[in-house]
C-alpha cells in the first residue's frame, strides 16, 4: 500500500514510518496539518494514518477539507490520545473511516489500514470502468476493447485496472509498482514486462496500442473514443 503518515510526535511518526517501510509499504510522511493535507491531495495514497492533534491544522478539519473540499476519499486511520468517545465520534463525523486510542500495536495498525483498502477496492470493484472503447468489468474480470475479448494474466488486469482508473493520467512507475505488486519493485524489468504483455495483448485485440509511454515520467492510457 502507499500510506501517508500525518503525525506531529517524532517518535511516533519514526516508529510507524520504519514499521510500515520494512513491511514494504511506501510511506510518506508529514508533521503539520497543512503539509499533509497537501500530501495526501497531491499523492495518490490507498491509506492515510491521521493524528488529531496537529500543528497548523487538526486532523479534525484536515479531514473536514478532504472530504469536502478536495473531494478525496482516501481511507483514513484517526490515531487519537484523546480517548474520550465525544472526541471519536466528532472524527467520524468529520470523515474518518476508523481510529486506534495511543498508545496503539504498530501491528494493529497495518491491521487496520488492510481492512480500510481492502473495503474502498470493494467498493471501487462494484463498477465497470470503461476508457473510450476499452472496459473493465473488476467482478468478472472481463476486458473488452474495439469490441474483442482480451484475456490477460492477473498482474496484467491489474495494471490495466490501475491506469483505468484515471485514463489521460500520467502514471509514474512507481505508482503503478505500488498498485499491483504493494511496493516498489528491485528492478524496473517486472513492471516492463507485464506492460509489455499488457499492450500486446490490446493491440492484439484492438489493432492499435492505446497505451503511452510518457518519457521519462512513466505511462497513461488514450484509447480512442467508443463509436
Ligand atoms: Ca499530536
Redesign the pocket.
Known amino acids: 500500500m502507499r500510506v501517508l503518515i500525518i503525525?506531529?510526535?517524532p517518535a511516533i511518526a519514526a516508529n510507524l514510518y520504519d514499521f510500515l517501510e520494512a513491511r514494504g509499504h511506501v510511506v510518506d510522511a508529514a508533521a503539520d496539518g497543512v503539509t499533509g493535507l497537501h500530501l495526501a491531495v497531491a499523492g495518490k495514497f490507498d491509506a492515510i494514518v491521521l493524528?488529531l492533534?496537529?500543528p497548523g491544522m487538526d486532523g479534525v478539519t484536515l479531514c473536514r477539507k478532504l472530504r469536502d473540499e478536495a473531494r478525496n476519499d482516501t481511507p483514513v486511520l484517526v490515531l487519537t490520545a484523546r480517548d474520550t468517545l465525544e472526541d471519536k465520534l466528532e472524527g467520524f463525523a468529520r470523515g474518518a473511516d476508523d481510529y486506534l486510542v495511543k498508545p496503539f500495536a504498530l501491528k494493529e495498525v497495518e491491521a487496520r489500514l488492510a481492512a480500510l483498502h481492502k473495503r474502498r477496492l470493494g467498493n471501487v470493484a462494484q463498477r465497470v470502468l470503461a476508457a473510450g472503447e476499452l472496459t473493465l468489468d473488476p467482478q468478472t474480470l472481463m476486458i473488452r476493447f474495439h469490441g474483442r475479448d482480451v484475456k490477460l494474466p492477473p498482474k496484467c488486469i491489474r495494471l490495466l485496472e490501475t491506469l483505468m482508473a484515471q485514463p489521460r493520467r500520467v502514471y509514474s512507475r512507481s505508482e503503478l509498482e505500488a498498485a499491483v505488486w504493494g511496493k516498489e519493485q528491485e528492478t524496473s524489468d517486472t513492471l516492463r514486462s507485464h506492460m509489455h504483455v499488457l499492450r500486446r495483448e490490446l493491440a492484439r485485440a484492438g489493432g492499435y496500442d492505446p497505451i503511452e509511454n510518457v518519457h521519462g515520467l512513466g505511462y497513461r492510457l488514450v484509447p480512442r473514443a467508443a463509436d
Do not use: N, T
Open positions: 503525525e506531529d510526535d493524528d492533534g496537529l
